[in-house]
């Protein structure tokens, strides 16, 4: 059995919004702390820094809720010297087609290492 098939006995919820948000949280308290500018939200679950397209930016990628039960990979990245002074923008959108909590994660996991370059 896997760790997210581990951490999704744990959730009494059977809402798979709320479970997505658990696992969110399960994950985010072995992260690393992320900067101030990280991209948040209602809608973001989890966000985990990448390396930037070029050595010069700050990259994120987040699984942020698009609808009920509805998943995206998002990128959202900004350059280095502008971190403190502009906003985050977003490159590009991961549809996730998949209605499963642990999918969806499985998806979003593909999407990390296809940036990272595994």
Do not use: Y
Request: glycine fraction near 4%; charged fraction near 35%; include cysteine.
């Amino acid at each position: 059995m896997g760790i997210i098939e581990t951490l999704l006995e744990e959730i009494d919820s059977s809402d798979i919004d709320e479970q997505i948000a658990e696992l969110s949280n399960k994950i985010l308290e072995e992260e690393p702390t992320l900067p101030d500018f990280a991209p948040e939200g209602p809608n973001v679950f989890l966000t985990i820094e990448v390396p930037g397209k070029n050595k010069n930016e700050f990259a994120f990628l987040c699984l942020e809720r698009e609808g009920p039960e509805s998943f995206v990979t998002v990128f959202w990245s900004v350059l280095k010297k502008n971190a403190v002074t502009e906003n985050l923008r977003k490159r590009n959108v991961w549809e996730i087609k998949e209605v499963k909590p642990h999918k969806i994660f499985k998806e979003f996991a593909k999407t990390i290492k296809f940036m990272k370059g595994e």
